[in-house]
């Protein structure tokens, strides 16, 4: 047989190859997501006759168990932007000191908040009969108009940040299904959601986002097995050495010199927590105290594997992609499409293991995604139906709130998905601030308001107006000064500047202005 004929029938088995692999990961995934997709819509009928109150349907009727509570509030923190999005940019870009992100969410933004806010927060609630921040400010603090302006301040960051969850899980799913749009793959996400949501409300989310988190956790550790293991890496102590052949500076303990930038982005993702309403409403629903401990235990190992993880994998990227970065039409680095091209490299071969190892990791990031957009949808719509509306329209009675409430949820979801497909500009712009603005404005009113009984209104309000003011002010001056793009870079630093001066501003004002009526406090702390 000639050279050529040998070599067309190399390539014709090659050929076959890839596509062999590629149906049978096609097929191994489709049934994955169809067992899953089948799982989150039980769940949703499940719960629905535990969902015909408006306190059932956004708290479970305060009734959640340590588990669940726990795993609800670690899989609302990580959504698929922190596998596909920073584990990618950070990795590459930072190396092995990127986990230490990782290391500050868990500590800072799990286990410290769960210890300094957690039973604070659900003993205080309880005694107002809040089921929602805003709710909380009125009741705290005796200001209806506190109560509209942070729901205000929710629908509008809240709704786009929505958006943000989608982040490249598209382009991930379409590597499997190269013939599907990721718009496709997008409606998938937003279908699930909404079903479940809107059956089950805070009970679904919160059942199946201890489903997805266990998703979540072998997801994270059959990767890092698979990478570690992978002939590019050979082992842990291999692959650090590896690295450190490509770049010293990968392989420093504190970043080297993005030091200052891994400081920023690990107190605005750590602390940031701490003032989100999605976040915090899970101390309202759990059942009692003893709970509290064993969740805050729970959360903090969660977060500890999921975020270390990530970012462990991502700081291995470069020797599985032969440290060659995909690139993007303009000829810069496409991050975003770094870890899903791990993955297809490590795991895209005909090997049934690696193949369902795969699926699961897909499971995992669509579970993340899903957690997350649910957990702001509830928070976004209960801020309009359950903070808004009955400000315009009194007596509004329970049963239309309900509707209200599950209609909103729909309805936000469907906004979230027409936001990611679109990339409209100004939704665009909004998502780059959303994190850091609304932490920012609640940080300091909420945590003043459960630790002190000296904090006043004015306080809360200049809290409220110098965490908006602290990402506004310098936001609009670099626009002018420089360009918009600028602007949203800075957005890591503004957020950071929002929560410390919310921080600084509650006390501050609350010493040199009317102390609260002795009634209002002794509701709030009993």
Sequence with gaps: MAFTDLCFVE????GVYILDSLLQTQIITLAALGIFAALMIYIG?????????????LLGGRKIGAWAS???????????VIFVGYAGKHGWSIGFGSM???VGNAVLGCLLAWLILARRTRNMTHRLGVKTMPEFFEARYSSTGMKVAAALIIFVFLVPYSAAVYKGLGSMFNTVFPGVSVKVCMAVIAVLTALYLVLGGYVATVYTDLIQGIIMLFGV???????VIHPSVGGVAEGFRRIREIDPALVSPWGGSSFKFLCTNILLTSFGTWGLPQMVSKYYAIKDEKAIGKATFVSTAFAMIIGCGAYFIGSLSRLILENKAPTLPNGGINFDAIIPNVLLTALGDANVITTVIFAIVLLLLLS??????????LTSASAVSVDLVPVVKKNFN??????????LCMLFVILSYVFATMNISIIVNIMSFSWGIVSGCFIGPYIYGIYSRKTTTAGAWAGIICGFAAVAVPTVYITLTSDFAAAAAAAPETGVLAMAASMVAVPLVSIFTKKPERSLTDKAFG
Excluded: E
């Excluded at 550790?221 to 990478?227: D, E, L, R």
């Excluded at 993340?368 to 949808?377: E, G, K, P, Q």
């Excluded at 329970?398 to 209609?407: I, N, P, V």
């Design 398 to 407: 329970a049963s239309r709130q309900m509707l209200l409430t599950r209609s």
């Design 100 to 102: 230490w992100i990782g």
């Design 368 to 377: 993340a995604s899903m957690s997350t957009l649910a957990s702001v949808v």
């Design 45 to 57: 009928v499940r719960s629905w006759h535990k969902t015909q109150t408006i306190d059932g349907f």
């Design 221 to 227: 550790v059959a990767m890092v097995i698979a990478i």
């Design 11 to 14: 390539n014709y088995r090659t």
């Design 70 to 80: 726990a795993f609800a509030y670690g899989t609302s923190y990580f959504s698929a």
